[in-house]
């Protein structure tokens, strides 16, 4: 048999690079570490029977997924900065101090890679460092495959008493553009055929990812999808206080006023179509999605179907009346996901990681107080965490 | 509605005055009526055809 | 430790209501109910008294709380106490305005009053503790007030409203709860749906209270104003098309109407097609001529104002409302048509 060895020139690298490099550094729960330029979380995953963890096509939630606990993989990134998200806020996880507590990585190992942007623009550079998360993500949990678990949790469907209240979760995922997506099995929030029903499992699953940058507080990364605390609620109550009645994906900032109104009124058409008496309605992002969900909200309640809203404040410290970004009489049942505005008090790490400079400039070491706005996920609005805000 | 409380309903966002000068007669008066009548706050009115 | 304590005439004990005109007054040490507070208050002491006439200090606010404030940062307490109040509403307008002017020069202060009491509003920063309505609670009220002011006298951080025994100020604090926020989501969806709303967060509208009917329009001078972007034609000052950060005017100098030749539309929230067509039709000068001509309304005002109503900040646009009516007032201008798109 003949073998063929074919040699290409190397110019053919002349075309520019997304990335230059990565960094890898593993640092264990609760190190003194503050890291910067945080762009998205993810759990490690894999499936035994060889399907993506994170696939493009097909179905997720169905057969068997491997996850190793306790560890995350947290990716960094520093835009170049002639084409920066438009309105990029810093995005920070602190290991220790007071920043610990409004994200949940403390307690685990975190694998962070810091990639080096190349000169191939900010998309590609994003697209390469997403792809590369992934599959790091998918990687490590390689050992999962010849091991036995510690834990096994079965998620389906089970009958539930038909007097029990049935109780969708209504997802919002942004979609503005690119560095603005989330992304439904690889396709922009906006490009999915959202609002769409999907299984609650395809969500815990993969198929969701976060590609989404101008927010840090308020970014929903893709750990917070794989750990859905809404839908692990609603399979938790199933069958007790409720009947979990299924999800609902549907996109923050629909660019036209009737493209807003048309996509509240099919979100609630699809909650219909899933028999739901009550929805958790959930936000993603600032600015005109709120207005998305409210405008799903008042067309939910004409409906009768009972609502409450998750989003985050952004009210003045000094000021006396709570701030929301938009609002309808119909929104009378709101969970607070923190005020944004908020500061956290100052703490000097050991070590950063991700960059040395925030984004204004300052020494990541000595940032002074942080408001809640930069920690990557705090206020997510989800109800991921346990942060919250109340009237003194 | 924030802190409008005289309100006239007009026909569309690009022309809340209407089209011609017929219609946007009928809308003024109407306004001018709201504006010499006591009211409750966010009081909406429609234009008589 | 060192606490200031305010009460007013009659708690002074200078009299009743024939006294409610008392001037500002500094007395040493306890006074009337203070005598009972210092007896709750322990290791803080009562240096001195500061007294005013409710009348005189609602008829003088500035000059009272001057003379007051001076008084008070003379004896540099450690934390300053007025009331109780009870149900007074001069009395706690008094005690609330000055806590919180107190509180904003850095002295630890603490009022006490009814909740009801107008003056809970008027408090800032300060602290306000419950009371009963009327004098009956005195002997409840004294060593609560004691607790909180020696806690503020000590320094100590506070901790909630609920926990330290204060009304709730107004301000939103962060905290951690026990639950996620997806599980309080689906708390507050079941109860709702058994029939009880709550909810974590009030939105609401601003509520403006209604100005009286104009009285005789055809002596009135009418202004124009739109938010729906109308400029001279070219957009000399360029008004942005969104987020605009500030308004604009321009003299009519008589005009009978808005040309499509002289104006036209710069708002990137809608078709403009239509209103450059006929800018009359974002801003009715035509029509408001002729009732002029009719004398149904008095005058045009020959200034309107202009701005872009895109992705405005509430705040931004209740600053420009306030500017323009600021000009508007001063112009003479009884009512004001306002286009919005």
Redesign the interface.
Same mark, same amino acid.
């Given at each position: 048999m003949a073998w063929e060895l074919a040699t290409f020139p190397a110019d053919l690298l002349r075309e520019p690079e997304p990335l230059e490099g990565v960094s890898v550094e593993i640092v264990q729960p609760g190190e003194p570490v503050r890291i910067t330029h945080v762009l998205d979380a993810v759990e490690p995953r894999i499936r035994p029977d060889g399907r993506p963890a994170f696939p493009t096509e097909g179905k997720a939630g169905e057969g068997r997924t491997n996850r190793l606990d306790g560890v995350v993989v947290l990716s960094c990134l520093d835009f170049a900065g002639e084409e920066r998200p438009l309105h990029e806020q810093e995005s920070i996880v602190d290991l220790a101090g007071p920043g610990a507590?409004f994200t949940p990585f403390a307690q685990e190992t975190c694998v962070v890679l810091t990639f080096q942007p190349g000169r191939a623009g900010n998309e590609d550079a994003e697209a390469a460092a997403r792809r590369t998360a992934l599959q790091v993500a998918e990687h490590l949990a390689r050992s999962t495959l010849d091991v036995e678990p510690v834990d096994l949790e079965r998620f389906e469907a089970r009958s539930a008493d038909p007097g029990l209240?049935a109780?969708a979760a209504l997802i919002q995922l942004s979609d503005l553009g690119p560095l603005y997506y989330q992304y439904v099995y690889g396709t922009p929030a906006g490009k999915a055929g959202l609002p769409r029903i999907v299984e609650p499992t395809e969500v815990l699953d993969g198929a969701v990812t976060c590609g989404e940058y101008h927010w840090a507080a308020m970014r929903n990364p893709t750990v917070f999808f794989q750990r859905?605390?809404?839908i692990?609620?609603?399979y938790r109550?199933h069958g007790k206080?409720?009947r979990f009645a299924g999800v609902v994906l549907m996109r923050g900032y629909e660019q036209s006023a009737e493209d807003k109104q048309r996509a509240a009124d099919a979100a609630a058409t699809r909650a219909e179509e899933l028999g739901a008496?009550?929805?958790?309605i959930t936000t993603d992002a600032g600015g005109n999605s709120h207005t998305d969900v409210m405008l799903t909200c008042r067309a939910c309640e004409r409906a009768g179907i @009972? =609502?409450?809203v998750?989003l985050a404040?952004e009210?003045d410290?000094?000021?006396?009346?709570?701030i929301?970004t938009d609002?309808?009489?119909e929104?009378?049942?709101?969970?607070?996901?923190?005020?944004l505005e908020?500061l956290v008090e100052e703490w000097k790490p050991e070590r950063i990681l991700g960059g040395e400079e925030l984004l204004d400039g300052t020494p990541a070491a000595k940032a002074g107080p942080i408001p809640?706005r930069n920690y990557l996920g705090a206020a997510n609005?989800?109800?991921?965490?346990?942060?919250?805000? @109340? =009237?003194? | 509605?924030?802190?409008?409380?005289?309100i006239v309903r007009?026909p569309a966002?690009?022309?809340?005055?209407?089209?011609d000068?017929a219609e946007?007669?009928r809308?003024?008066?109407r306004?001018?009526e709201l504006?010499?009548?006591?009211?409750?706050?966010n009081?909406v009115w429609e234009v008589a055809e | 430790m060192k606490a200031v304590h305010y009460v007013n005439q009659f708690f002074a004990g200078l009299g009743g209501e024939d006294k409610a005109e008392t001037p500002p007054a500094r007395l040493g040490g306890a006074v009337g109910p203070g005598r009972g507070l210092a007896g709750e208050l322990g290791e803080v002491e009562i240096v001195a008294t500061l007294a005013c006439g409710d009348d005189y200090f609602a008829e003088h606010e500035e000059e009272a709380l001057a003379t007051l404030l001076g008084y008070l940062e003379q004896e540099s307490p450690d934390v300053f106490i007025a009331g109780p109040a009870f149900g007074s509403g001069r009395y706690g307008y008094a005690c609330g305005t000055l806590v919180a002017a107190a509180a904003e020069r850095g002295i630890p202060s603490v009022a006490a009053m009814h909740p009801e009491n107008p003056g809970v509003d008027t408090a800032g920063k300060a602290y306000v503790v419950p009371t009963a309505v009327n004098v009956a609670g005195m002997r409840d009220a004294l060593p609560r007030v004691a607790r909180l002011a020696t806690a503020l006298a000590q320094g100590r951080d506070l901790g909630?409203?609920s926990d330290e025994g204060y009304l709730?100020?107004?301000?939103?604090?962060?905290?951690?709860?026990?639950?996620?926020?997806?599980?309080?989501?689906?708390d507050?969806?079941?109860a709702?749906?058994g029939g009880e709303?709550?909810?974590?967060?009030?939105?609401?509208?601003?509520?403006?209270?209604?100005?009286?009917?104009?009285p005789d329009?055809s002596e009135t001078l009418v202004a124009l104003v739109t938010e729906?972007g109308c400029v001279p034609q070219g957009n000399p000052d360029r008004l942005p098309s969104v987020r605009a950060k500030g308004w604009l005017r321009y003299e009519l100098d008589g005009a009978e109407t808005l040309s499509a030749a002289r104006y036209e539309s710069v708002h990137g929230?809608?078709?403009?097609?239509?209103?450059n067509e006929d800018p009359?039709?974002?801003?009715?000068l035509?029509?408001?001529r002729?009732?002029e001509r009719e004398g149904?309304?008095g005058r045009v005002h020959e200034t309107f104002y202009t701005t872009t109503g895109n992705g405005t900040p509430?705040v931004a646009s209740?600053r420009f409302?306030r500017e323009i009516a600021g000009e508007l007032r001063e112009a003479g201008v009884g009512?004001v048509?306002?286009?919005?798109?």
């Open positions: 507590a209240p109780v859905n605390a809404l692990r609620s609603l109550e206080r409720l008496d009550g929805v958790v @009972r =609502t409450t998750t404040e009210t410290p000094e000021s006396t009346r709570p929301l609002w309808v009489p929104a009378d049942s709101i969970v607070s996901t923190g005020n908020e809640v609005q989800m109800g991921q965490l346990t942060l919250g805000a @109340r =009237t003194e | 509605m924030i802190g409008a409380n005289r007009g966002i690009t022309h809340p005055f209407g089209v000068e946007r007669r809308i003024v008066e306004a001018l504006l010499e009548t006591d009211v409750e706050p009081t | 909630t409203a709730p100020r107004g301000f939103r604090r962060n905290y951690f709860a026990e639950k996620t926020g997806a599980e309080r989501a689906v507050l969806l079941i709702k749906l709303t709550r909810t974590e967060v009030g939105g609401g509208l601003d509520r403006v209270e209604p100005p009286a009917a104009v329009l729906g929230g809608f078709d403009v097609t239509l209103a009359n039709r974002l801003v009715p035509d029509t408001a002729a009732l149904r309304i509430v209740t409302g009512a048509l306002l286009s919005g798109t």
